[in-house]
């Protein structure tokens, strides 16, 4: 069974950072793309970060380019978004993904899922 569990959420001023932290268990972690998505409320869900399952590749929605930061540490089943210059329309919950296609951005192409956390960022 696989689980995957996000930490990291809270609240922040704007120009702020966070990071966001999701362990995984059940499978083989370096087999797998991992992502991060998000949601704000009224919206659909939103790519933001993937990273391939040796962690030389990496590819940001548009949105967060030059912002967010995507690692991953394989030896502890973990990966990692770097969130800096944050915006209020940033806010929204952070969702960590696993897949199998690391060309996949759409939300249905994910098949593991995180509970999510939530961000805030005030003005």
């Known amino acids: 069974q696989v689980l995957l569990v996000e930490s990291g959420g809270g609240l922040v001023q704007t120009g702020g950072s966070l990071r966001l932290s999701c362990v995984a268990s059940?499978?083989?972690?370096?087999?797998?793309?991992m992502a991060w998505f998000r949601q704000a409320p009224g919206k659909d869900r939103e790519f933001v970060a993937k990273?391939?399952?040796?962690?030389?590749?990496?590819s940001y929605g548009d949105s967060v380019k030059g912002r967010f930061t995507i690692s991953r540490d394989n030896a502890k089943n973990m990966v990692y978004l770097q969130m800096n210059s944050l915006k209020p329309e940033d806010t929204a919950v952070y969702y960590c993904a696993r897949g199998s296609n690391y060309f996949a951005d759409s939300p249905t192409e994910f098949s593991h899922w995180g509970q999510g956390t939530q961000v805030t960022v005030s003005s």
């Open positions: 990273i391939s399952g040796s962690g030389i590749n990496t």
């Open positions: 059940g499978g083989t972690f370096n087999l797998y793309t």
